[in-house]
């Protein structure tokens, strides 16, 4: 079981920068994959960043240049340092961490999100 607490959320101008993290709790975390997700109003939940426990990361095109994933593991955290925020990003963020128990079975954990608002 992995259990996800977010923080840093808030209102921002565009422009700006916020940083997000995510505690979790158990083992889990720390040899899986992290990453954040975010959903607009009327849209769909969608990838933002993720990193492996090796450091690799991966972002949605829109946010390349701009946001940076980090991991701790050995606290077993997550962070999204967020700059040059425009207001398309703005949308509920979500943490998440994917433990994949074999090929065809996997699960992912949640928090519960933290809200992001980029005014124009």
């Known amino acids: ?5 977010e923080s840093g959320g808030g209102l921002v101008q565009a422009g700006g920068s916020l940083r997000l993290s995510c505690a979790a709790s158990g083992s889990l975390a720390s040899t899986n994959d992290m990453g954040w997700y975010r959903q607009s109003p009327g849209e769909e939940r969608e990838m933002v960043a993720i990193i492996t426990p090796g450091g690799s990361q991966t ?3 829109t946010v ?3 946001f940076t994933v980090s991991r ?9 340092q967020m700059n040059s925020l425009k207001p398309e990003d703005t949308g509920v963020y979500y ?3 994917h433990v994949p ?5 996997s699960e992912d954990y949640w928090g ?8 124009s």
């Not at 128990?101 to 079975?105: E, K, T």
């Not at 519960?112 to 005014?119: A, D, I, P, R």
């Open 1 to 5: 079981q992995v259990q996800l607490v």
């Open 59 to 61: 972002y949605t095109d």
């Open 64 to 66: 390349k240049g701009r």
């Open 72 to 80: 701790d593991n050995a606290k077993n955290t997550v962070s999204l």
């Open 95 to 97: 943490c998440n961490v």
């Open 101 to 105: 128990y074999s090929d065809i079975l």
């Open 112 to 119: 519960q999100g933290t809200q992001v608002t980029v005014s």
